[in-house]
Nanobody
Framework: QVQLVESGGGLVQAGGSLRLSCAAS????????VGWFRQAPGKEREFVAA????????YYSDSVKGRFTISRDNAKNTVYLQMNSLKPEDTAVYYC?????????????????WGQGTQVTVSS
C-alpha cells in the first residue's frame, strides 16, 4: 500500500510561482511513476504532468508545458511540481497519484494511489 500526501498549495498572484510536493510512504517509492492532476470548480479532473519511476521521462499537458516542471528525489520519497508564471486558470485542487507503470500516464485510470489534494488559488 502507498500513502501520498501533497503540500505546498496556497494563494499566489498571477505571474507568481509555487512548488508542490508529493511525499510518499508505505512501499518502495522508486518503483512508482507519479502524476499530477488538477480539478477546478465545476470541471472534470485533468492531467497536468507525470514523471517515470526513474525520473528519466517527463510528460506535460499542453496547458502547462514550458511553465511547470515535474521532478523527483527518490532518496526523499518526494515528487515536486514547480509552477511558474501562474495564471488564474491554474486555480484548482492539485492531486498527485502513483502507478506501478514504468512510465507516467495521462489517464486517471492508470493510477492506483491518490493523495488528498492541495488547493492552489491564483488571483488576477
Amino acid at each position: 500500500q502507498v500513502q501520498l500526501v501533497e503540500s505546498g498549495g496556497g494563494l499566489v498572484q498571477a505571474g507568481g510561482s509555487l512548488r508542490l510536493s508529493c511525499a510518499a510512504s508505505g512501499r518502495t517509492f522508486g518503483s512508482l511513476s507519479v502524476g499530477w492532476f488538477r480539478q477546478a470548480p465545476g470541471k472534470e479532473r485533468e492531467f497536468v504532468a507525470a514523471i517515470s519511476w526513474s525520473g528519466g521521462g517527463t510528460y506535460y499537458s499542453d496547458s502547462v508545458k514550458g511553465r511547470f516542471t515535474i521532478s523527483r528525489d527518490n532518496a526523499k520519497n518526494t515528487v515536486y511540481l514547480q509552477m511558474n508564471s501562474l495564471k488564474p486558470e491554474d486555480t484548482a485542487v492539485y492531486y498527485c497519484a502513483g502507478t506501478e507503470r514504468r512510465y507516467g500516464s495521462g489517464y486517471e485510470s492508470d493510477y492506483d494511489y491518490w493523495g488528498q489534494g492541495t488547493q492552489v488559488t491564483v488571483s488576477s
